[in-house]
């Protein structure tokens, strides 16, 4: 009975953390809107971070803001570094969906994620053997090879993204359909843009719940309880 309670809770985890990562997808891209910035992975961290505390996977205050720091110092590290690999390539970065820029973007997500992954296992504690090494590799190539799928879906996920948000009036005026569509927010068309961060943050949000559902933060007992147990 204990099993399966653990197996319940663990694959309700996993969900909560593919959610997280969906839901911080979507407040990323309304954040976003139709320009970029450097510092829209911290809603990203914040969102993992509380759920992890929910969870009980961490309440360590120190840990957390760890985390949210972590995860928005991995956002900047593969945004440079996407840039980085277009400009080895000789090619302006811009929003194309040429061959070179694909790959950028899988180097990028794959490095980025490994961050993420392999830091949120050290900061909760979790198993750090060989194994577990071989897990987090394996998440990373799979969210490498999400961020060019994500971006790739731009004028359909994107643009279900960009109609979800105009309806609820979290779109600017400037941000119309064209624009969204085919505008440039200097990476890119905000609808590509959209779609690789939902993407990509729901495929490591759910690597994440993987990572570390069988990690719990153990209580210390406090005296009334050890006076319960004598």
Same mark, same amino acid.
């Given at each position: 009975?204990?099993?399966?309670?653990?197996?319940?809770?663990?694959?309700?985890?996993?969900?909560?953390?593919?959610?997280?990562?969906?839901?911080?997808?979507?407040?990323?891209?309304?954040?976003?809107?139709?320009?970029?910035?450097?510092?829209?992975?911290?809603?990203?961290?914040?969102?993992?971070?509380?759920?992890?505390?929910?969870?009980?996977?961490?309440?360590?205050?120190?840990?957390?803001?760890?985390?949210?720091?972590?995860?928005?110092?991995?956002?900047?590290?593969?945004?440079?570094?996407?840039?980085?690999?277009?400009?080895?390539?000789?090619?302006?970065?811009?929003?194309?969906?040429?061959?070179?820029?694909?790959?950028?973007?899988?180097?990028?997500?794959?490095?980025?994620?490994?961050?993420?992954?392999?830091?949120?296992?050290?900061?909760?504690?979790?198993?750090?053997?060989?194994?577990?090494?071989?897990?987090?590799?394996?998440? #990373? +190539?799979?969210?490498?090879?999400?961020?060019?799928? %994500?971006?790739? $879906? /731009?004028? @359909? &996920?994107?643009?279900?993204?960009? =109609?979800?948000?105009?309806?609820?009036?979290?779109?600017?005026?400037?941000?119309?359909?064209?624009?969204?569509?085919?505008?440039?927010?200097?990476?890119?068309?905000?609808?590509?843009?959209? #779609? +690789?961060?939902?993407?990509?943050?729901?495929?490591? %949000?759910?690597? $994440? /719940?993987? @990572? &570390?559902?069988?990690?719990?933060? =153990?209580?210390?007992?406090?005296?009334?309880?050890?006076?319960?147990?004598?």
């Amino acid at each position: 009975m204990n099993v399966f309670r653990e197996r319940r809770r663990g694959f309700v985890f996993v969900l909560l953390m593919a959610f997280a990562g969906l839901a911080s997808g979507v407040i990323t891209a309304a954040v976003c809107d139709d320009h970029f910035s450097y510092g829209l992975g911290i809603y990203f961290g914040v969102i993992v971070a509380f759920c992890l505390a929910l969870a009980g996977v961490t309440r360590s205050v120190f840990r957390l803001a760890s985390l949210v720091a972590l995860v928005s110092c991995a956002f900047v590290f593969s945004v440079l570094l996407t840039e980085m690999l277009q400009i080895m390539a000789g090619e302006r970065f811009v929003g194309t969906v040429e061959k070179n820029h694909l790959i950028a973007l899988f180097i990028g997500g794959m490095l980025g994620g490994f961050i993420i992954i392999r830091g949120s296992r050290i900061l909760c504690k979790a198993d750090t053997a060989l194994t577990a090494t071989a897990w987090d590799a394996f998440w #990373s +190539l799979i969210l490498g090879a999400l961020s060019p799928i %994500g971006w790739w $879906l /731009g004028p @359909t &996920l994107g643009m279900l993204v960009w =109609r979800y948000l105009h309806a609820v009036d979290l779109t600017s005026a400037t941000n119309t359909f064209s624009k969204a569509l085919s505008g440039e927010t200097g990476y890119g068309p905000p609808s590509r843009l959209y #779609s +690789l961060f939902v993407v990509w943050q729901m495929g490591t %949000g759910f690597a $994440l /719940g993987k @990572t &570390l559902q069988n990690v719990r933060e =153990r209580r210390e007992m406090s005296s009334s309880d050890q006076l319960k147990l004598t």
